[in-house]
């Protein structure tokens, strides 16, 4: 059974720093493609930042320039490093991996881990 677990979530400042990991267990194969999305109170989930097995990065316009991306394909796990963070970055950060089978793709979701910037 796949399992993405999260960690390094937590209270920061504005204008501070976080970063986040993700490792996957349970997969031989490394996956297609990892990444982060967030939650907000009230919003709905958006792609926060994705990396694709080669090292293709897209970042959504609200993060370009402070977060960046990466990942260890051997050890399946998958960083987000977020500087100048701000209080609209406040979310559930969800890390996320995708794996093409022969016939389907699959989703992976970790549980979520708490991202709070105080203003």
């Known amino acids: 059974q796949v399992q993405l677990v999260e960690s390094g979530g937590g209270l920061v400042q504005a204008g501070g720093s976080l970063r986040l990991s993700c490792a996957a267990s349970?997969?031989?194969?490394?996956?297609?493609?990892m990444g982060w999305y967030r939650q907000a109170p009230g919003k709905q989930r958006e792609l926060v930042a994705r990396?694709?097995?080669?090292?293709?990065?897209n970042y959504a316009d609200s993060v370009k320039g402070r977060f960046t991306v990466s990942r260890d394909n051997a050890e399946n796990t998958v960083s987000l490093q977020m500087n100048s963070l701000k209080p609209e970055d406040t979310a559930v950060y969800y890390c996320?991996?995708?794996?093409?089978?022969?016939?389907?793709?699959?989703?992976?979701w970790g549980q979520g881990t708490q991202v709070s910037v105080s203003s």
């Open positions: 996320h991996a995708q794996f093409n089978y022969v016939t389907r793709s699959q989703d992976y």
């Open positions: 349970g997969i031989v194969f490394s996956f297609n493609a």
């Open positions: 990396i694709t097995r080669g090292g293709s990065t």
